[in-house]
């Protein structure tokens, strides 16, 4: 089957190839088509060769379960030491299902609202939080040399959505907060427990406007919290989403307070602990 590109629509059924290409040679071009009947052709006029969508890949649940130890070895883990005690650690690790690499990464798993392992991404930290920019981030799939491997991301945290301690009433109510990084989502979940915090990965990360992503948010209250250099960009996102009729708000707090900056409200919330974490140790020495 061949689609024109100017109608998005089939062309005549008897344009095409025979699949069975062992068994039959018929392939009738849409040169010869529009050779024999000229008045279908249009000015500019081209084609493509249809394909059938190619199945979704998703990751074996036990391949992310194996990965999910050796946290003393885990950069981002050890990081997070520095603004948390063991149980909240713990409480980031199991919300989110943080995995560790042979190399010390941490592997930000995408786990759907059905609890399908989508996507893997493998991140090196620094003892300050700060991403170890020497070290590029990459994909699980990749690493595991799954070539063709046909994956579609989901927000970072989707899973919370449905997650069995989050499935009361009263739930129901606590808006989405949306950041750019996992990071930030893991740290705010833990600070601000009042929200569900899901991260896009990136400024555009997910393609998260396509509404196969957004989809699973259509009922929530829904509140956008940009890195400061990229909210004039969610704003207009934010338009998109009104479009599809949620209920979408973006915060503005640090675009007011930060400009010119590239900070996140997980920044903020970082120098409040440090400093919170720093008085509590001095009290303890004058006692």
Known sequence: MYIDNYTDKPLHSTVGKCDRANNCAYHYTPKQYFADNPDERTIGKQVRAWQ?????????????????????????????????????????????KLGTTKSGGVIFWQVDILGRVRYGKIMHYLSDLRRDKSKHPVGVHSLMGKHGFNHRQCFFGEHLLTSPENTCAAYKNKAVCIVESEKTACICSEVLQDYVWLATGGKSGIKWTDKNVWTNLKDRKVILFPDVDAHGQWVEKAKTFRSYGMDVSVFDILAKTAHGTQQDIADHIMIYLQRRKERLQSDLLQE
């Open 52 to 96: 059938p969508e190619k199945p979704i890949d998703y990751f074996n649940e036990k391949t992310m379960l194996t990965t999910m130890t050796a946290y003393g070895c885990n950069s981002f883990v050890m990081a997070l030491q520095t603004i948390f005690d063991d149980k909240q650690i713990d409480n980031i690790i199991d919300r989110y």
